[in-house]
Each structure stands twice: as structure tokens, then as C-alpha cells.
């Protein structure tokens, strides 16, 4: 694959998105004046996906009664996508708060309305319970029926035990925590030149979830914000422009190279003897790695296929990789 010397450049669509984006979380994390209104606006209007994806998490870290005051108004709007839009959000928040401001909707509310509170209750869970009974009165047959749906569901849930952090209890996509764990040196890994967003996303969600120190993005960094489920505010991610620039960095922090590239002297991933502070390493989905790194790696590893297809999606198989070192580490 030929070498970049430089970031390439997005279409006029995703430049117009990144800077969206972009400026949803630095509103957010500034806390200026009126920024729950404009990542309101945004989480409900914007089409694309990488801003929208910046205004759902950047709203979960606000006041909870800002921000559930600042969505009740979409959920009494006549516009369809508003109310599905705000239903979606609004279990992302302080549950108790959210059926606080919920609670006067049930009363007042159009039938419309009272339909997508019950979506919004069932999602929420166990502290719905109370409101969703108190719709089983409704002169509507079908709020009746939804309300008693709802409460079926969450009736067959497990229950959550006090720990937030487990996968089916809202909110979804942040630790329920007040900062980032703490993460001792490890592992890094880095991405080269990805073509979809998507792919990049889901990679530096497991990164997080793997305890990774950062994830090194090098050459095109656009990535899609929902399918990091928001593990890039916890998680560093770092900019390369090219491998150079990338390995430079590398030596300088200590790590050493692991090129996750098929080849004929690639290792299978669970035989391999890591070094003790990788960065792994994997390219782009169709082009794989350059030679650069490959030449630069102290370990070259590919995942074995037993199957007729010829290579996995590219972060899955980063994924594996990087599962696969923690597990060399704790057989150690």
C-alpha cells in the first residue's frame, strides 16, 4: 500500500459533520451559556449521525432537570420524530428525574404524547413502575395495553443489583462513575488509514473496554460517533498524520510494534509470546497495513480462520487481538 504523507481529505459532507460535531462537545465540556438548548437542537435535528452521536452523550453528562426540561417539550410535540427522537433520549438520564417531569405529561398530554411516555417508562425500568401503573386507568384502551406491556417487560428483566455499569441498565454508552478508571501502562492500539467511520468507532469502544492506555488513529481519522457508545470521553485518541510520524511516537513511549497483518510470517494470535508493552497495530480494511510497520514490528500476528470466508472485519479482529494480550498477560 502506498504510503500517506498526509491526513486525507473528507467530502464536503463529512468535514460540515466533524466540525458539527466537533463544536457539540467543546460547547459541552465548556458548560458556555444556553449549550443544553443548542445540543437539544442538535440531538434532535441533525441527520447525521456524528453530530447527533456528540449531542446524545454530551446531554447525559448535563443536569439531569436541565436536560430532561429542555426534551419534554419534543415529546409533546405533534412532529412524530421529535417525540421519537426525545423518547429515545430521555432514558439515557437520571431515571427519577425523568419520571418526575413525566409525571404532570400523564395527566395533560395528548394521546400521542402519553403513547411515547410509555416507550420512555418501559425503557427506563423499574423506577417507571409506579407511572406505567398509574396508566393502566387510562380511558385509552391502548395507552392500558401499552402501560401493561411495559410493565410485563420490565417485570422480566434481572435485576441490576445497584451496579449501573451492567450492559442492559440505562443509561447506555457511559460509566456510571465520575471519571475514567485509572489506566497503568499496557497496551495501546493504533489504526491506520480506516475507510468507515464505523469500524473506527467500534474499535476505540473496545479499546476502552479493554483497558487500553489510547487509541492511535493514523492518516484518516473521521470516525462515527454512536458506535463508540461514548468511550472516546473516557478513552485518549491520539492523531497521526503519517507512520512515520506514528513510530516516532511509539519508540518515544516505549512501546514496541505488533502488526496485525496475514502473512506468511505472521503468528496465530493466541500462540504468540507478546512483548510487554504493545501497540497493536491494524490497517486499513481493504489495503491492510504498509510495509512500514509491518518492517518496524517486533511481532506480526494474524487470526487463524477455520470458516471458507478469508478475513474478519477489521475492528472485530483488533478486538480479538486485544483480548488476546490480556489473556497472555493474566496466563502470566
Known amino acids: 500500500m502506498t504510503e500517506i504523507d498526509s491526513v486525507p481529505d473528507l467530502n464536503a459532507e463529512e468535514q460540515a459533520a466533524y466540525e458539527a460535531g466537533l463544536a457539540v462537545r467543546a460547547d459541552a465540556e465548556a458548560r458556555s451559556p444556553g449549550w443544553i438548548a443548542r445540543t437539544v437542537e442538535v440531538a434532535l435535528n441533525t441527520n447525521h449521525g456524528f453530530p447527533r452521536g456528540e449531542a446524545r452523550i454530551a446531554l447525559q453528562l448535563g443536569p439531569a432537570k436541565e436536560v430532561v426540561a429542555a426534551l419534554l417539550p419534543a415529546l409533546l410535540s405533534p412532529n412524530k420524530r421529535m417525540r421519537r427522537r426525545s423518547m429515545t433520549l430521555l432514558p439515557r438520564l437520571d431515571p427519577d428525574e425523568v419520571c418526575r417531569q413525566l409525571d404532570p405529561v400523564l395527566e395533560s398530554g395528548q394521546r400521542k404524547s402519553r403513547r411515547a411516555a410509555c416507550v420512555a417508562l418501559a425503557a427506563i425500568g423499574a423506577p417507571a413502575a409506579p407511572l406505567l401503573t398509574r396508566l393502566l386507568e387510562d380511558p385509552d ?27 442492559y441498565v440505562r443509561p447506555f454508552g457511559l460509566p456510571f462513575r465520575e471519571a475514567s478508571p485509572p489506566r497503568p501502562q499496557s497496551f495501546a492500539v493504533a489504526a491506520f488509514n480506516f475507510s468507515y467511520g464505523v469500524n473506527l468507532g467500534t474499535l476505540i469502544r473496545s479499546a476502552e473496554a479493554a483497558g487500553a492506555e489510547a487509541v492511535w488513529i493514523v492518516g484518516r481519522d473521521f470516525y462515527y460517533r454512536p458506535s463508540t457508545k461514548g468511550s472516546d470521553w473516557w478513552l485518549p485518541v491520539l492523531t497521526f498524520d503519517s507512520p512515520a510520524e506514528c513510530l516516532e511516537q511509539a519508540a518515544a513511549d516505549g512501546f514496541e510494534i505488533v502488526a496485525l497483518q496475514q502473512g506468511p510470517t505472521a503468528q496465530p494470535v493466541w500462540e504468540a509470546d507478546w512483548p510487554e508493552r504493545p501497540l497493536i497495530v491494524a490497517g486499513n480494511e481493504g489495503d491492510g ?12 500476528l494474524e487470526l487463524p480462520l477455520s470458516g471458507n470466508i478469508d478475513s474478519l472485519n477489521v475492528a472485530v479482529a483488533t478486538s480479538v487481538a486485544m483480548f488476546a494480550f490480556r489473556g497472555w498477560q493474566a496466563r502470566r
Open 289 to 300: 497495513l504498509p510495509q512500514t510497520f509491518i518492517d518496524a514490528a517486533a511481532l506480526q
Open 141 to 167: 384502551q391502548a395507552i392500558r395495553d401499552r402501560a401493561q406491556r411495559a410493565l410485563d417487560a420490565i417485570a422480566a428483566r434481572p435485576p441490576d443489583n445497584g451496579n449501573r455499569n451492567l450492559s
